[in-house]
C-alpha cells in the first residue's frame, strides 16, 4: 500500500472535525480559527526507547503516544483541540497494523475531545510517533504555567502515583503469575496504567478554573517534575513522603520485586497525573472542583511551596529526600 | 549531554521569539494567541529516506527539513509564525553536530520570520526530525487550498523548475568535474537548490492577495502535485511543456547524465516552488505582486484549467502526457 492509500484510509477513520477545525487533513496545512489563546506541545516516542512492539499492541502504543501528548495540555488547563501526528513506519509494519495503530490513537481522540487534523507517514527503519497537539483557551492568563507556585500555595496531587511504575514491572517480570496480594484485575489495571495513561484534561481544566498557580504533568516521576516546577517558579517544594497517594496494588509489586513502594511512586514516571500548587485558601475549592470534572477521582494535599529552592520530600522515617532530578536523553 | 542540558543549550540559540508568542519552549506548551486562522502542517524527513549524512552538512538537513514544512505554509498564502521540532538523535551524533543541525534550521526561522517554539528530543537508532509548523491568516478565507481552481483560471509557477533535480543528479554523480557547459558557481547553485530549498512565502502571500484560486508546493514534481491540485478542484489542468521555466544548467545536467531536462523538470520534485491557478483578469496583478515580493522572482503561465479531470502535459512534439502520479511511501 502506498503513502497516499496509507493515508487515505487513515482519513477515513478520523472522527469528526471539532468546530475550530475549518479544514482538516488532506490540503497542505490544516485550517483553525482559535479563539483566544493556543498551547502547543510536541512529543516524540520511538520503538526501543519508549516501547516495545512485544509488550504493547499497536492499539495501545498509539493511545500512549497521544495520550503523553495531550498530558502537557492537560497541565497547562487548556481544552484540547487538534492533533498532528508525524509516523515512521518500519516495512515490517503492514497495513493492518498500521491502522491498528491510528484506531488506538483515533479512538483516545474521540473521548479527549481532540481532532486529528493532519499528519506525515514516512518510511522508517523504527517505527516512531511525533505528535504535536494543539488545545485552547480564551486568553492567555487562564493557560497555567510551571513558574507561578507561590510561597504558602498548598501542593497536589490529582489521583494515584505508582501505578504505572507498577505496570511495568508486572510487564518487565513477563510474569504469568501475578504477585501476592494482587488479582488479575488489580494486575490488568495497573499494566493498563503503564500502556494506556488516560491524561487528566478535565482535571486540569478545572485545577486551573480553581486558580491553580503552577501546573506540570508528572511524566518523569513526581521526583523530577516537581524539581523542574520548583526551578520554574524559583521557590522550594516540601513534600510529605506519608501523604503521597499510592496506587493499588503499588504496595504488593514492589514487595514481589523487592523494591521500594515510595521510590516507584516517587522516581517511576509515566502516571500522567498533575502535580500543582493552588492558594491554601482555594485548596477545597479546587479538589471539590477536580472531584466533579473526573468521576472517582481525588485530589490530595502531599506538602507546600515555601521560599528557597528544590525539591524536598520527608520520608516516613524522617530523612530527606532532595531528588537531584536526572537528565538522561530518553 | 543529557536531554535538558541539551534543550536549555538548544533554547539559548533560538531567535528571538515572534509577537504572537506568549510563551515559548521550556514549559508544557507554548502559548500564542493567533489574531484570525492559523494553518498547520507536519513533515518529517529519516535519514536513509530523505537524506544523507554523507552527502548534506547538519545545518544543511536542519535547514531543508524545515523548509519543507514552511513550503506547505507558503502554499496555503499564510505568515510563517511558529514551529516546533521533534528531533530522534542516533547515539553517533554528537553534541556539535546537534547544534550544528539546529544552527541550520534557526537561520532559516530567523530569515522567515518563524518562532522556533518548542520541541521534543528523544534518542533514536537514526537521525529524524519532524516538523510542525503554524502559519497565520486574518481568516480562514485568505489562505488558499488546492481545492478552487475553476475552468478559465490561468496556471502558474513560481521561479524555475528541474534545479533540485539536476541539483540531486550532480550530488549522485559524486563529480568532482562538472558536466560540459556548467560552471562551478552555476553547479554549486543547483545542488544548493537540492541541499536549501528557500520556501516561496513572500510569493505565496503575494498570489494569496492577489486572488489565487488554488496553490500547492511542487515538492512531489510538477506532474504529481498538479494531479494533486486538479483532483481536490474537480477540474483538469492543461500544461504547455514548453512555457514551464527550466533551471538554467538544466540541460546541461541532463544531457551529461544523457536524460531529459522535461522528466527531471516535471517527475524530479523538491524545487519548493508553487502551482497556482489565478483568475485570467488578475494573471498580470499577480506577476506583479510576486515579482514585488521576491526580489528576482518571476512568475510563469504555464497553461490553464479546463472542464475535466486530470492532468495533460503538451510536450513540444504535440504528444499528451498524462502523468499518474506516485504513490510511494517515501
Request: contains cysteine; glycine residues 14%; proline residues 4%.
Amino acid at each position: 500500500m502506498g503513502e497516499f492509500e496509507l493515508l487515505a484510509q487513515i482519513r477515513e477513520r478520523l472522527p469528526a472535525a471539532g468546530a475550530q477545525v475549518r479544514l482538516g487533513s488532506g490540503d497542505d496545512a490544516a485550517v483553525t480559527v482559535p479563539g483566544g489563546a493556543t498551547a502547543t506541545s510536541v512529543d516524540a516516542v520511538v520503538e526501543g526507547v519508549h516501547f516495545r512492539r512485544d509488550r504493547a499492541s499497536l492499539a495501545q502504543i498509539g493511545h500512549k503516544a497521544l495520550a503523553a501528548a495531550l498530558s502537557d495540555l492537560a497541565a497547562m488547563g487548556a481544552e484540547p483541540g487538534e492533533a498532528y501526528v508525524a509516523l515512521g513506519l518500519p516495512a515490517d509494519l503492514g497495513e493492518g497494523e498500521c491502522l491498528e495503530l491510528l484506531d488506538g490513537m483515533a479512538a483516545l481522540a474521540a473521548a479527549a475531545g481532540t481532532t486529528l487534523a493532519g499528519g506525515d507517514v514516512t518510511r522508517a527503519a523504527e517505527l516512531f510517533l511525533a505528535i504535536t497537539v494543539v488545545g485552547h483557551a480564551d486568553s492567555a492568563e487562564l493557560l497555567v504555567t510551571r513558574g507561578g507556585a507561590r510561597p504558602g500555595d498548598i501542593l497536589v496531587v490529582t489521583g494515584e502515583l505508582g501505578g504505572a511504575a507498577a505496570g511495568l514491572q508486572l510487564l518487565a517480570d513477563d510474569a504469568r503469575v501475578d504477585p501476592p496480594g494482587v488479582g488479575s484485575t488489580l494486575a490488568s489495571s495497573l499494566r493498563a496504567r503503564q500502556l494506556e495513561p488516560r491524561p487528566r484534561l478535565a482535571a486540569g481544566g478545572a485545577l486551573a478554573g480553581a486558580g491553580a498557580t503552577a501546573m506540570i504533568d508528572i511524566s518523569d516521576g513526581l521526583g523530577g517534575d516537581a524539581r523542574r516546577l520548583a526551578e520554574a517558579s524559583k521557590a522550594c517544594l516540601r513534600i510529605d513522603a506519608a501523604a503521597i497517594p499510592l496506587a493499588a496494588g503499588l504496595q504488593e509489586v514492589a514487595a514481589g520485586a523487592d523494591r521500594d513502594p515510595l521510590e516507584l511512586a516517587i522516581g517511576g514516571g509515566e502516571d500522567y497525573e498533575l502535580l500543582a500548587s493552588v492558594p491554601r485558601e482555594r485548596f477545597e475549592e479546587a479538589q471539590q472542583a477536580v472531584e466533579e470534572a473526573e468521576k472517582g477521582m481525588k485530589l490530595t494535599a502531599i506538602g507546600e511551596v515555601t521560599d528557597g529552592a528544590g525539591v524536598e520530600i520527608r520520608l516516613p522515617g524522617g530523612a530527606i529526600l532532595a531528588p537531584a532530578g536526572y537528565d538522561q536523553l530518553a
